[in-house]
């Protein structure tokens, strides 16, 4: 059994359950992915599947890559990621992994996605920095203030809350409930909200602390 699927976020909306509650959910494309390469305990230490998703013009693709994806007969491929898996004998290479193949409403998943890249930002807005006074004439008002001792250390610590990149990082929120599958379009309904952008990629996997119960 596969223990994730890829997917592209394409928003948020809301659904109505059974009994009237109004539930917020992220909307996922999940799959279908290709199989394009099998790991084994034997060959690479470790079961796992290799999955394709995402169309990609044959001609934007190295010779090389493209010779890999040519075992699986299904074009080129946008993304690929290796996924956990277990009885590696029911797949074979070339084999499309559907949303409904892998998870059911009720699931409890782990999403990983890339946040969302605000650029290089102050102490301010990046740490929620209170800053100095608002009124005229003190001269501090975004700045950062003392970053260390100048006799000792003599240097600035690791780890100090400093200006730099924000987002645009790998970030995974843990136990998040499927609410709904939609095979017929391939749809898969998270509740809440999910890392990244709309039209970004995310993986889905069964949730780890969800298994330990």
């Known amino acids: 059994m596969i223990e994730g699927i890829l997917g592209k976020k394409l928003g948020m909306t809301q659904v109505f359950a059974a009994d009237g509650r109004w539930i917020p959910v992220t909307v ?11 790991k084994t305990i034997a060959t690479d230490g470790y079961d ?34 290796e996924v956990r898996a277990a009885n590696l004998d029911a797949y074979q290479v070339g084999d499309q992994v559907t949303c409904e193949t892998v998870f059911k409403a009720g699931d409890i998943v782990d999403v990983t996605g890339t946040s969302k890249g605000k650029g290089y930002q102050g102490v301010v807005r990046r740490w929620h920095f209170a800053g100095g006074p ?7 008002h975004r700045l950062p203030g003392s970053i260390g001792c100048s006799a000792w250390p003599s240097r600035v610590r690791k780890g100090m ?18 609410v709904e599958v939609r095979p017929a379009q391939n749809l898969i309904l ?19 602390k969800a298994k330990k119960k």
């Open 134 to 140: 608002g009124a005229h004439g003190s001269n501090f």
């Open 161 to 178: 809350r400093m200006a730099g990149q924000m987002g645009n990082k790998q970030i995974t929120t843990q136990n998040l409930e499927i």
């Open 28 to 38: 996922v494309e999940a799959g279908p992915c290709t199989v394009l390469q099998k």
């Open 48 to 81: 796992a599947l290799q999955l394709g998703f995402g169309a990609k013009k044959s001609h934007r693709v190295n010779k090389p890559l493209m010779g890999h994806f040519r075992k699986a007969d299904q074009g080129a491929f946008a993304h690929l990621k």
């Open 190 to 208: 998270v509740k809440g909200a999910l890392p990244g952008p709309n039209q970004g990629l995310v993986l889905i996997r069964k949730g780890v």
